[in-house]
């Protein structure tokens, strides 16, 4: 009897909690079980906005973050939670992504900023990852699942004990990481249409920027593309369902004019930085150069790699080894060299100064005696900073990766090639065409490299076949 009332009182438990994690979705006015009140959501949006700020870094652009947050805001005005705080941002990331974070945090890449080719597009998703917000997926995600702390080059990492010296994602960076399922992504294309209708775009257009990600899907890669697209099982169904719903709210609104705005939304992004910006660092010829910290060093050939503010990592095909270059700790590379033992519980077994290419260093090897883990660490001086590079592999592998640890190791110096000091990134350009002609007739007469037309034909959300009219604005690049 015992046991039985006391399966009774578990089960009551169960059931209290159960009813006290139950909310009402603001979209769809349904109860669904969330274990988080929207008090702790904003608190989560609070804490995880500053990581995806330092990870990514802000792009400044004082004219193009008052267009998004004037937007943004009144868009969320008319939104299913109009009284959430919304911050919009634009990130300082060549990849075409946005992303949102519970609590109200909306995040735009440059790299999508630059594919945009009018307002609509932008508007419609805009509208799209506002309803991720106001349909609350990340949460109901988050219940469902939460990704695992993986380094960015982790994927290819096939030696589990590796993992363990690659800078983990913070908690925001794995929520701007979250995929959502089909539903989600559905139901946040039926918001971005209703959304940005409301405030007066076409939405129709939302679907002529998926065709644009598409066929920059098929050029690049899943990689390279926005989540909000590679998860849906059929993008031309997507495509087609995302154009139905437009037409259809917009047929049944006392509203006449839907706007797109393509001139003035293009002459917003006129000097847009367009791919890497090398003072971020850029890897060219199987090297990495460094202009604001004056350094290079060599890549091992045939490796990946994988460039952020936080670190630079390496890692072969074959996935048994990794190289990373990080800002070490410490005012002394001795004192550098205790702090990489302590923060990765290594045991010394060999260590001796060195001078790399006139810099003072420490070469040290060491062990992860868990793991099975062999490490090759060098420390070096150079302006103030002290860098840390790491080669990291399994016992039984060390000996034939410590010569390509150390042939990047000794390689390492100062960045004097004039030309990579002062290396200039790609900036969109607006361009007026001269007369009606093809768009590859366009770019010709602008001075494009053909090498380049593919490129710029989907920046332009364009077929180079497509004809371009006298006065139409376009899309070139230039330094």
Sequence with gaps: MNTLRDLLNLCTVFTLLALSACAINPVTGKKQIVLM????????????????????????????????????????????????????????????????????????????????????????????EIG????????????????????????????????????????????????????????????????????????????????????????????????????????????????????DWQQKSKMTEFAVNRDSYLKKIDGLILGEDPKQGFVENNAFYHPVLKIQFPIPADWAHQNSPQQFQMAPKSGDAIMMLTLASGATVEEAANAILQKYTLTMVDSRKETINGLPAIIMVAKQEQGNIQVLSALIQFEGNIYSLMGISDLSKFVSYQPVFLNTMRNFKELKDSEKLNRKPDVIQIKTVPQSMTLKAALQNFGMPAERFDELALLNGMLLTGQVSKGMLIKVVGK
């Design 37 to 128: 009140s929207e008090a702790q959501e904003v608190a989560m949006g609070q804490q995880s906005d500053p990581e995806i700020v330092a990870f990514f870094g802000l792009y400044e652009d004082p004219q193009l973050q008052e267009f998004i947050t004037a937007k943004g805001k009144e868009m969320a005005a008319i939104s299913h939670r109009p009284k959430l705080a919304y911050e919009f941002k634009i990130v300082d990331s060549p990849v075409i992504n946005a992303f949102a974070v519970p609590g109200g945090y909306v995040y735009f890449t440059r790299g999508i900023m630059a594919h945009f080719n009018n307002e609509a597009e932008f508007a419609g998703v805009l509208g799209h």
């Design 132 to 247: 991720h917000i106001t349909a609350r997926h990340s949460v109901i995600q988050q219940r469902n699942q939460i990704l695992g702390q993986l380094g960015l080059i982790a994927g290819i990492i096939l030696v589990p004990q590796l993992s363990d010296f690659v800078e983990p994602l913070s908690q925001g960076m794995q929520l701007a990481l979250l995929k959502f399922g089909r539903d989600a992504e559905r139901q946040s294309d039926k918001l971005g249409v209703d959304y940005s209708s409301q405030i007066g775009y076409d939405a129709t257009e939302m679907a002529t920027f998926f065709e644009t990600l598409e066929r920059q899907q098929e050029n690049s890669g899943a990689s390279e593309i926005p989540d909000f697209l590679s998860t849906h099982p059929s993008p031309e169904e997507r495509n087609a369902t995302v154009e139905k719903l437009a037409i």
